[in-house]
């Protein structure tokens, strides 16, 4: 789960890290009332989940309630690159001497962690890694044995980051090294980290991803939950807990197992359609799940053919065609079903199928998944 | 021979008195396994359907000699199940549990890799293991698997997804094509075993002569792949991978499927393998189809 920037602030303050006073709005008025609160000058950031939000004018200073009033009507509702600006964080503005750059990822490859630290922030660090590559440090942290001052230090040194901000930026790498590891982040990104002329090192950007599989050990995501922003078709998957993932096309799909499910994006792409979701109902895939997902797919008035994918594993074929009749004799589907079933009694599934007498503009069954995807496009139309 | 697992292999099942454990753990016996303790802490005594269970792992071990682990628990309490079978010294252990989160997984290994160097875990979140007609370890169903012949050739697979493992599976046996060990290695972040340790045990398998190979987008895994087939391997092989339309940014049900900063996409997996010189099938069946030929020509 991807979180807002000022959840992500929110999220640093747990770990201690220090971040500017301010709080969200969701209106002109109640920007007002945090600027009021941070007190002025304060910068009025749109939160979207998306980069380049200052070149589209989702950044503003402001230094009075007039200009507050302004630059918050302008943001809220703004429309960047088809995120549409729904709250603002209102913060007090930071004197800015220096500016940096600090992650924490996974390094897959590694299997280690890894630290990027570099002395120019506040710019995309993928152009940085680009034009020079030499001015990104990078640190794998064992997990294990963790990451230590004195490791933070030299990385700090490395990175050539000025030594007025060196002990503040170890120690600050060490809070993120802990929010990333104990918060169970994906990712935890500060850019930029910022120096005032004071000396002290803030960060002034949160860039947070939560890991879903940790949910269970932490209550406080709850609230992240609530502002995640999902399509109706995601939010109604979600419920029936479902792994589904909108996508733009007409054939609808189902499939059990991640990899299957992929795998029939691809070939429904490869003979000229386009999916119009990914839709794993895993290794059950029985009358109820199998209800469940077709009541998804249903709520998506651009769905003009499903096609469902089943291999039968331990998950036999007769259990699973007998699932399908009795969903299609409770469900008014809006568009016919291509089904493809292989594997464990494949030949017993479809011969119930064929039995239950369905009409053809109703159900179509194929042995193969190529013969299976050319039918649902066939429904559907090409791309 | 087949790699990891054979007919002479030991295995307990963690939570072999859950609903998980007890249904794969049987299915598993059924299919020949030898599956000879169970482990639940505070069950000891009991059975399930003639399987002794023992309070830990170290007591099973000691009073059945297993040397290889099911586990079959939870996502909280795997990780420490995973630890608690290293330090009994099991040497394999096969842990299906979906939903371990990335940062118990790394420290799993990390741990794993500096404290027990001899025991080599596959998953989280994988299938498991079968070595068709001598050993099945996870949730395969074993019939769709073909026996491997004597004199072969036989294939062996790996794979990062379950159900297209079966799809692989069951295709060969439809072409009577023997299979020697098939490995699924799951789809998280951070698996217990790669595509290299994979190969690199097929390569030296006599009973293997060549390697069907499943992957998806996301991570580097089928890239630093492709580098070893390079240098190391000789045997013929196939692949797919899928996701070839995933959109960037969105996980595709596994955590480690994603396709982000222009890293991980299919297009780029596929493009080193075939430079490795692996024939590379645009769908699970075109993979398949593939492997016919190679085997057809051997």
Known sequence: MDLFEYQGKQYFARYDIAVSAGGVALTVDEAVAQAELAKYPVVIKAQVQVGGRGKAGGIKLANNADEVRLHAKNILGMNIKNHIVKRVWVEHASDIAEEYYASFTLDRSAKRHLLMLSAQGGVEIEHVAVVDPTAIVKLHVNPVEGLTLDAAKRAVVDARISEKAQDGVAAMLVKLYECFTKGDCDLAEINPLILKPNGEVHALDAKVTLDDNAAFRHPEWDEYRATEELDERESLAREKNLQYIGLDGSVGIIANGAGLAMSTLDVVNQVGGKAANFLDIGGGANAELMTAALEVINSDAKVKSIFINIFGGITRGDEVAKGIVEVIKRVKLRAPIVIRLDGTNATEGRAIIAAAGIAESQLISRSTMLEAARSAVEIAGKK | ?298
Not at chain 2, 96 to 101: F, K, L, S, Y
Not at chain 2, 253 to 276: E, F, P, R, Y
């Open chain 2, 1 to 298: 021979m087949a790699i990891f697992v054979n007919e002479k292999t030991k295995v307990l099942v963690q939570g072999l008195t859950g609903g998980q454990g007890r249904f794969h753990g049987l299915r598993n016996r059924d299919y020949g396994t030898q599956v000879v303790a169970g482990v639940t802490p505070g069950k000891a005594g009991q059975d399930v359907e003639g399987i002794k269970i023992y309070d830990t792992v170290e007591s099973a071990v000691a009073a059945t000699g297993a040397t290889a682990s099911f586990i079959a628990v939870p996502p909280k309490a795997a990780p420490e199940a995973i630890l608690e079978a290293a330090r009994a010294g099991i040497g394999f252990v096969v842990c299906i549990t979906e939903g371990v989160p990335a940062q118990d997984e790394a420290r799993v290994f990390a741990t794993l890799q500096r404290d027990f160097p001899k025991t080599r875990l596959l998953g989280p979140n994988c299938p498991g293991i079968i070595s068709p007609g001598k050993c099945n370890i996870g949730i395969t169903a074993g019939e769709i698997a073909a026996l491997p012949t004597a004199k072969g050739p036989n294939v062996g697979i790996v794979s990062r997804s379950g159900t297209l493992t079966y799809q692989a599976l069951y295709e060969l046996k439809q072409r009577n094509i023997g299979v020697s060990t098939c490995v699924g290695i799951g789809g998280d972040p951070v698996p217990g075993t790669s595509f290299v340790d994979c190969l690199a045990e097929f390569q030296s398998d006599p009973e293997t002569h060549a390697i069907i190979m499943i992957g998806e987008i996301g991570g580097a895994a089928e890239e630093e792949a492709a580098e070893f087939i390079m240098t190391h391997v000789t045997k013929p092989m196939s692949a797919y991978i899928a996701g070839v339309t995933a959109p960037a940014g969105k996980k595709m049900g596994h955590a480690g499927a994603i396709v982000s900063g222009g890293k991980g996409t299919a297009q780029g997996k596929m493009d080193a393998l075939n430079s490795a010189g692996v024939k590379v099938g645009l769908n699970p069946t075109e993979a398949c189809e593939l492997m016919a030929q190679i085997i057809a020509s051997m």
